[in-house]
C-alpha cells in the first residue's frame, strides 16, 4: 500500500470511536430533559446565554440574575459557536447534542496518535477507552458545561505536542482562554512544556500569553461585567497552616488523583505529558471548595485527552525500551504493554452507566401540560428543576431569588408575572425551606393560582 493511501486509511481509522461515542453521550444526556432530570443551573443558564448570542445580543442570564451578563460570571465568550446552531433548534437539547458531538470529536485526536504509536487494532481501543472513560461521561451526566468546547481542544494540542509539532500545539490551545479563564492554565503548561522541549520562544510566549489573558479576565473583563464589580470564584479563603497541607489533603484528593490515572493503568505516569495535569489539579485543590477535589460533574473532563495521550506516548516508550531488553524480558515487557489498551477498554466498558431509556412519566407529561399555560415571551420565576424546561421561550428566573457577593439583600431582583414553583422542592440552589417559605408569601404578593399538577403549581400575578 502506498503511502498517501496508508494515510487515508489511517485517517479513517482515527474516526472509527466517534459514533459510538456520540451515540453513548446523547443516549446519556438527552433523555435526562425530556425526563425533567437537567436543572436551571446550569444547563438552563448556558441556554441562555447561547441564545443571546443567536439574537445577536449579550449572552444575557436571567436565571443568574436580571440583565446579568454571563461574561461577568465565567470568561467564556467561545460559547458564541453555538449560536448559529441553537438559532437552527432553540431548545436546551440542542447544547447537550453539541456537548455530546465535541466529546466525540476529541476521540479523534487521541485515536488518531495511537493508531501511528500502537497499530490499528490497539489504537482504535485506546480511543474508545478514553471516549467511554469516566471524566467525560460524568460531565455528560450533568447537563452541558463551556468546558466541553476545552475538551477536543486540549485533545488536538495535546497531541501535536506528542507529535513534536509545538506551533500546532500552541495555536490549539490558545483559544482555550476564550473557553474559560481557568484554562490559561493548560496553555500555561503547555507553554512550559514546548520551553523545555528547546523551544524557548514559543514557549514564553505561550506562557505570558497565559498569564496575560487570565489576568485580563479575572480582574478586568468579569469585574466590569459583574453586577458586584468582582469576580466572584478568586476568594480562596484564608490560610494561616502549612501550604502543603491545604494543597495535598485531604486524603479525597489523592483518590481523585488515583482515579484519574486508573483508566490508563498508570501507564500515563511514564509519559512526561502527564505534568500537563498538575497545574489545573492544584488550582482546584487549592480551592477551599470540596466540590472542586472529587469525582463529581464536570471539572475532570479537560484532564481525560491529556490522561490518554499521555498513556499513548507510555506505551509508545515502553516499547521502545523494551527493544533494547535482550531476551525474555523485552518479550515480557512488550506483551504487557500490547496487552495494556484492551484492558483499558474493557474497564472503560464496565464503569461506564448504562444510559436510562425510559420516557417521560406520567408526572413529567403533567408537568409539562401545567408549564404549556405560560406563553411564549413571558417574564418566568422558575424552580431550579423547572427552568429548563422554560428557557428556549422565555425569561426565565431562579425562584426564589439569589443574592450577589456581598450584597445585604436581593439585588437585581427579576420582575417576573409568572412563577412555576415545585410543591417538594430540594435543597439546591437554595434551601427547601427557603422556597417554600417564598411560595406561601406569592398569594400576598399578588399572585394567583392558574395551573397546578404532576407536583408543580404555577401563579401569575395580577387579577387578569
Not at 155 to 176: E, K
Request: proline share 8%; glycine share 10%; net charge positive.
Amino acid at each position: 500500500m502506498d503511502s498517501g493511501r496508508f494515510a487515508a486509511v489511517r485517517g479513517w481509522n482515527s474516526w472509527i470511536p466517534v459514533l459510538p461515542v456520540l451515540a453513548f453521550d446523547l443516549l446519556l444526556s438527552v433523555p435526562r430533559q425530556w425526563r425533567m432530570e437537567t436543572s436551571g443551573f446550569d444547563l438552563g443558564i448556558f441556554e441562555e446565554a447561547v441564545r443571546g448570542y443567536a439574537g445577536f445580543h449579550a449572552p444575557v442570564a436571567a436565571l443568574k440574575g436580571t440583565a446579568f451578563n454571563l461574561l461577568g460570571d465565567h470568561f467564556s465568550p467561545l460559547l458564541a459557536v453555538l449560536a448559529p446552531v441553537y438559532r437552527l433548534f432553540p431548545c436546551a437539547a440542542t447544547l447537550l447534542v453539541a456537548q455530546a458531538l465535541l466529546f466525540a470529536l476529541s476521540c479523534v485526536p487521541v485515536t488518531a496518535l495511537a493508531v501511528e504509536r500502537l497499530g490499528r487494532r490497539r489504537g482504535v481501543a485506546v480511543g474508545l477507552a478514553y471516549g467511554f472513560s469516566w471524566g467525560l461521561w460524568k460531565a455528560t451526566q450533568f447537563d452541558f458545561h463551556e468546558v466541553a468546547l476545552a475538551v477536543p481542544l486540549t485533545a488536538w494540542a495535546v497531541a501535536a505536542l506528542a507529535r513534536g509539532r509545538y506551533r500546532a500545539a500552541v495555536c490549539w490551545a490558545l483559544p482555550l482562554l476564550l473557553v474559560k479563564e481557568d484554562q490559561g492554565l493548560m496553555l500555561a503548561g503547555i507553554g512550559v512544556y514546548v520551553f523545555c522541549r528547546g523551544r524557548r520562544l514559543l514557549g514564553t510566549g505561550a506562557v505570558l500569553a497565559a498569564v496575560a489573558g487570565t489576568l485580563l479576565a479575572v480582574l478586568v473583563v468579569v469585574p466590569a461585567l459583574n453586577p458586584g464589580g468582582v469576580y466572584s470564584y478568586g476568594n480562596n479563603g484564608a490560610w494561616h497552616g502549612d501550604p502543603l497541607t491545604r494543597l495535598l489533603l485531604p486524603e479525597l484528593k489523592w483518590d481523585t488523583v488515583a482515579l484519574l490515572l486508573a483508566p490508563t493503568l498508570f501507564v500515563a505516569l511514564r509519559s512526561p505529558l502527564v505534568l500537563l495535569a498538575v497545574l489545573p489539579l492544584a488550582a482546584r485543590f487549592w480551592t477551599p471548595a470540596p466540590s472542586y477535589w472529587g469525582t463529581a460533574c464536570h471539572y475532570n473532563a479537560t484532564l481525560m485527552p491529556v490522561l490518554f495521550l499521555a498513556l499513548v506516548d507510555g506505551l509508545h516508550r515502553i516499547r521502545a525500551g523494551a527493544g533494547h531488553r535482550p531476551g525474555r524480558a523485552g518479550r515480557v515487557v512488550r506483551r504487557v504493554a500490547a496487552a495494556v489498551p484492551a484492558i483499558a477498554l474493557l474497564l472503560g466498558l464496565a464503569t461506564a452507566p448504562l444510559p436510562d431509556l425510559a420516557g417521560p412519566s406520567p408526572a413529567v407529561r403533567a408537568v409539562r401540560q401545567v408549564l404549556a399555560v405560560i406563553p411564549d415571551g413571558a417574564t418566568v420565576a422558575a424552580a431550579n428543576q423547572l427552568a429548563p424546561q422554560l428557557t428556549d421561550r422565555c425569561t426565565v428566573s431562579l425562584f426564589p431569588y439569589l443574592t450577589y457577593p456581598g450584597a445585604t439583600g436581593p439585588v437585581n431582583r427579576p420582575v417576573a408575572r409568572w412563577v412555576a414553583a415545585l410543591d417538594d422542592p430540594g435543597d439546591f440552589p437554595v434551601p427547601e425551606s427557603e422556597q417554600l417559605k417564598a411560595t406561601a408569601a406569592l398569594p400576598a404578593a399578588g399572585y394567583r393560582v392558574v395551573a397546578a399538577g404532576g407536583g408543580i403549581t404555577v401563579y401569575r400575578w395580577g387579577s387578569s
